[in-house]
């Protein structure tokens, strides 16, 4: 039974019970029925379904691994976290964010202007704010504000330029100094597809001279008490633990260095994020080598050892991990809208009262195929078409003739290719991806899978039901942008597999899973979709509820945000009406109205045809 690699991307957050995909929580919801009773109110779009129980299990299971890696290594910091804000800004997701985060005292990074006041306004009381990126005056200055307001924030220097700058708004200014971290310029480099924050040549951080000079600026200003922590950031979805461990020994010696050197008030190192997400749904697919249990004990372990070899009290610990924090909150529903191999489907079969004998005996093979006569048939039925084909071209049978050779013969592949135990051989293989069924999704990949079309990375995806049914046709998935980006292509390496449905007589959804990292953040509104409908599902242990809705921006919305005055463009298609001629005064109105009502609904497909 295929069950979408669900043991491999899923850490048990969904299961398959009976026909249908739920969430293993609490009342266990169907996906589907959640999916249903949203689309009642006429909901016809994707919609992105928000399950902040799973935010709250990895923010505990975070602390939990820390501070059980501290207390076997008798350590004698403490572990302090984070949530970087540019992994996922969305208002439901922070408020759930810092909800699940407050009994651990868990923080808010930020890394621009914008996610600093997001940070200062929605900041738990005594939570740490971390702030990263380059700054600016203004920036620095807000830093300050946010001290001076009671906020406990630490402000990470990137270079030289920054301290001096964050020297001249002490000078000038009576308020309250943030304190300061210094992002440290390592050798050691990361590893993975976004390994590029770390090493001699990286974007980030101060070399060993520069940390010198800091500490001589800091120093002769007076701030040297300021100075509380060590940042780095090594890269995203790291794949490999021994990077990480190389920089941990850098980082950890240079703390243990300055310390030596009279840095008093330095008391934090922040190892970043980078933690990794099972986003594959292939057993035979190379995962992250390390689990969280092995990330902290190591991490732990190497820090005191560093510290006990130099004499130096033990840091505490912070991390920054944001995609392991939120990746698996968010599931990106989407309608199948059309498969495109449908003109192929068995009843469209026209057999006459009197067939070509190779047709006849087409239908026969059909009929006859079973697991252990169906490579035989199937080589027998591609030889037949071939023939059939030559037949037509000379003259011999009609376009009758050929629809139902061409039904039989994809037919009798698919029914094969269900049958056959070994789907491995180059030959199968290769049918599939000739047979495979392109699905039309009602929604775009540019905005709600992004790293798809930017990086190729992979997100687990399954149908919310038929789950008892084998699903046996090659897929490739296409989104209704016009653009031959948006589409998820067959891999034979890597097949998906999905059902043949006749969308006719019932809908069939597609979930996206682990979607909940970055996706939101970087959507483009590519053909001016727009971020998808949203719902936060709140389960409890004998129901659940759908809350928080957020709608889709409207047609008139998104072109006003891009700078058109949307009255204006309206008044010119009513006007452009108005000098039509219509049959009836009502079918004037009616057609007026229907302007109105478009205008105001998001852009996605209402209906198929
Ligand atoms: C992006 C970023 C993070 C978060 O990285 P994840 O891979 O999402 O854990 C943490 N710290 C810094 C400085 C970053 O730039």
């Not at 589409?487 to 959804?509: A, C, T």
């Not at 389960?539 to 998104?558: C, G, L, M, P, R």
Request: proline share 3%; hydrophobic share 40%; glycine share 6%.
């Amino acid at each position: 039974m295929n069950n979408f690699g669900l043991d491999i991307w899923s850490n048990k957050n969904f299961v398959i019970e009976g026909d249908e995909v739920l969430v293993n929580f609490g009342s266990k919801p169907s996906l589907l029925k959640i999916t249903q009773e949203i689309r009642q109110k006429d909901v016809r779009g994707p919609i992105i379904l928000r399950f902040p129980h799973l935010i709250k299990k990895q923010i505990t299971t975070l602390y939990e691994c820390f501070n059980h890696a501290i207390a076997e290594n008798s350590y004698k910091g403490s572990f302090k976290a984070v949530f970087p804000l540019k992994v996922n800004q969305f208002p439901h997701v922070v408020a759930a964010v810092t909800d699940k985060g407050t009994p651990f005292n868990y923080g808010l990074e930020a890394g621009s202007k914008a996610e600093l006041i997001l940070a200062m306004s929605k900041i738990v009381d005594g939570a740490n704010i971390t702030v990263n990126g380059f700054k600016d005056k203004e920036m620095i200055t807000l830093a300050f504000i946010a001290a001076q307001s009671g906020h406990n924030i630490t402000i990470t220097i990137e270079g030289l330029g920054e301290l001096k700058t964050i020297i001249a708004v002490a000078t000038a200014s009576n308020l309250k100094v943030p304190n300061i971290g210094i992002r440290v310029r390592l050798h050691s480099t990361g590893s993975g597809t976004w390994a590029k924050s770390a090493g001699m040549d990286a974007k980030f951080g101060l070399t060993a001279t520069e940390i010198l000079e800091a500490l001589r600026l800091l120093k002769s200003a007076n701030l040297l008490e300021k100075l509380s922590m060590i940042h780095f950031h090594i890269g995203s979805q790291m794949d490999d633990i021994a990077p990480i461990k190389r920089a941990i020994r850098e980082a950890g010696n240079i703390y243990a260095e300055l310390k030596m050197l009279g840095a008093d008030a330095l008391s934090n190192i922040n190892i970043g994020g980078g933690l990794a997400v099972s986003y594959e749904q292939h057993s035979d697919a190379k995962l992250h080598n390390y689990s969280l249990e092995e990330f902290s004990s190591s991490v732990v372990f190497l820090l005191g050892e560093i510290m006990d070899a130099k004499g130096v009290t033990h840091p505490d610990i912070f991390t920054e991990s944001g995609r392991f924090i939120v990746a698996s909150h968010a599931v990106l529903v989407t309608p199948v809208l059309e498969l495109f191999t449908q003109d192929y489907h068995e009843q469209l079969l026209n057999l006459k009262e009197s067939n070509p004998p190779l047709i006849t005996e087409l239908k026969e093979l059909y009929n006859q195929l079973n697991s252990k006569n169906c490579i035989e048939y199937l080589h027998d039925a591609l030889d037949h078409i071939e023939s059939l084909l030559t037949l037509f071209d000379l003259g011999y049978i009609d376009l009758q003739d050929r629809s139902n050779a061409e039904i039989l013969v994809h037919n009798i592949i698919k029914k094969s290719l269900s049958l056959t135990s070994n789907i491995n051989t180059s030959e199968l293989k290769q049918l599939q991806v000739n047979l495979q069924e392109r699905y039309l999704i009602n929604a775009s990949i540019f905005q709600s899978l992004p790293d798809y079309w930017g990086l190729k990375q992979h997100f687990p995806v399954m149908p919310l039901h038929h789950l008892s049914k084998k699903a046996i046709r090659g897929a490739s998935i296409w989104d209704i942008t016009c653009d031959s980006d948006g589409e998820i292509g067959f891999n034979p390496n890597k097949p998906l597999y999905l059902h043949d449905i006749n969308l006719e007589e019932e809908e069939y959804f597609l979930g996206f899973f682990n979607v909940g990292a970055y996706q939101e953040a970087l959507g483009m509104g590519h053909n001016l979709f727009t971020h998808p409908n949203e719902y936060t599902i709140v389960i409890s242990d004998d129901a659940y509820e759908i809350t928080n809705e957020e709608e889709s921006k409207s047609t008139f919305n998104i072109l006003e945000s891009i700078g058109y005055n949307s009255n204006e463009l309206l008044n010119k298609l009513k006007s452009d009406l108005n000098k039509s001629y219509f049959s009836t005064p009502k079918e004037k109105s009616d057609t007026l109205s229907k302007l109105d009502t478009f205008i105001n609904q998001n852009g996605y497909l209402r209906t198929t045809s």
